[in-house]
């Protein structure tokens, strides 16, 4: 069974870092582009940004409320993708959960349950 | 940056077709796809590249997109098709990708 496991999520202060990490299973993990996307609370989805397979030279995009303050990488000895989070803002708080897309095709497939971060003083 | 616009709500009986719709400037240019979330669950693909839909997901979904605007169709909604549904394409001009502001279905 194809799967993701999200994780890493929490409270912190404005201003502070957070490292989300997600690990896939069920899958040919390296052949995927991988993708956050958040949810604030009683709001929409809002992709956050992804990753591009090692083929692919492991290539970021990001959406431009997050540009410049978050990262994506991916190890895929372990089957994970990691989101480091730095400069967060209240604005930041939402569930965020870890897709997958085949190449491509931009859409999302796969997604895991999701791991909740707040950014609260 | 592109937009993607739902109508908020999408009220509907039992057994009846709910049409849900999602609208961006020439957004038939581009390949559209729907997302169901129920309270308190992940989101989980329904319709792909406009009208395909994934392995496991009931015939009564059907997509389509032409000119400015996609559509989902549920055609025999059930209770338990009630959820929140969200379009989602990718911009090419800013390869970024866009979801759609997200439409409650009630099945009454």
């Known amino acids: 069974e194809m799967q993701l496991a999200d994780s890493g999520g929490g409270l912190v202060k404005p201003g502070g870092s957070l490292t989300l990490s997600c690990e896939g299973s069920?899958?040919?993990?390296?052949?995927?582009?991988m993708s956050w996307v958040r949810q604030a609370p009683g709001k929409g989805l809002e992709w956050v940004g992804r990753i591009k397979t090692k083929n692919e030279g492991e290539t970021t995009d990001f959406a431009a409320p997050v540009k410049g303050r978050f990262t994506i990488s991916r190890d895929d000895s372990r089957n994970t993708v990691h989101l480091q989070m730095n400069s967060l803002k209240t604005e930041d708080t939402a569930m965020y959960y870890c897709?997958?897309?085949?190449?491509?095709?931009?859409?999302?497939?796969?997604w895991g349950r999701g791991t909740l971060v707040t950014v609260s003083s | 940056s592109y937009e993607l616009t739902q109508p908020p709500s999408v009220s509907v009986s039992p057994g009846q077709t709910a049409s849900i719709t999602c609208s961006g400037d020439k957004l038939g240019d581009q390949f559209v796809c729907w997302y169901q979330q129920k309270p308190g669950q992940s989101p989980v693909l329904v319709i792909y590249?406009?009208?395909k839909r994934p392995s496991g997901i009931p015939e009564r979904f059907s997509g389509s997109n032409s000119g400015n605007t996609a559509t989902l169709t549920i055609s025999g909604t059930q209770a338990m098709d009630e959820a929140d549904y969200y379009c989602q394409m990718w911009d090419s001009s800013t390869a970024l990708y866009v979801f759609g502001t997200g439409t409650r279905v009630t099945v009454l």
């Open positions: 069920g899958f040919t993990f390296t052949n995927a582009w």
């Open positions: 897709t997958t897309e085949t190449p491509f095709m931009w859409f999302f497939d796969l």
């Open positions: 590249r406009d009208s």
